[in-house]
């Protein structure tokens, strides 16, 4: 089995930065794409940034220059810099990864529990 566990959000200021971690473990063979994803109350689910084990990157468009996504392969491990955050960034980040596991043929996506971000006025 293979888990993913977010860490780093809470309440922070306007302008004002976080950085988010997501760590997968278990029996991994290899991670492909890893994404962050965020829910705020009433709304859909919508990635906020993605990249490829090579380190190819996708932002959402509201989020580019202040975002930045990153990975550690070594470390099985996802990273999201979160600068000069706003209000309407506020939401709970979802980690995803596409994940090969051992004895699978084929990698499949996993999500983490979900983590809090607060930005206030």
């Known amino acids: 089995q293979v888990q993913l566990v977010e860490s780093g959000g809470g309440l922070v200021q306007a302008g004002g930065s976080l950085r988010l971690s997501c760590a997968a473990s278990g029996s991994i063979v290899s991670i492909y794409d890893m994404g962050w994803y965020r829910q705020g109350p009433g709304n859909q689910r919508d990635m906020v940034a993605s990249?490829?084990?090579?380190?190819?990157?996708t932002y959402l468009d509201s989020v580019k220059g202040r975002f930045t996504i990153s990975r550690d392969n070594a470390k099985n491990t996802g990273y999201l810099q979160m600068n000069s955050l706003k209000p309407e960034d506020t939401a709970v980040y979802y980690c995803n990864a596409d994940i090969l596991t051992v004895g699978v043929q084929y990698a499949k996506p996993y999500w983490g529990q979900g983590t809090q971000v607060t930005v206030s006025a």
């Open positions: 990249i490829s084990r090579f380190g190819r990157t």
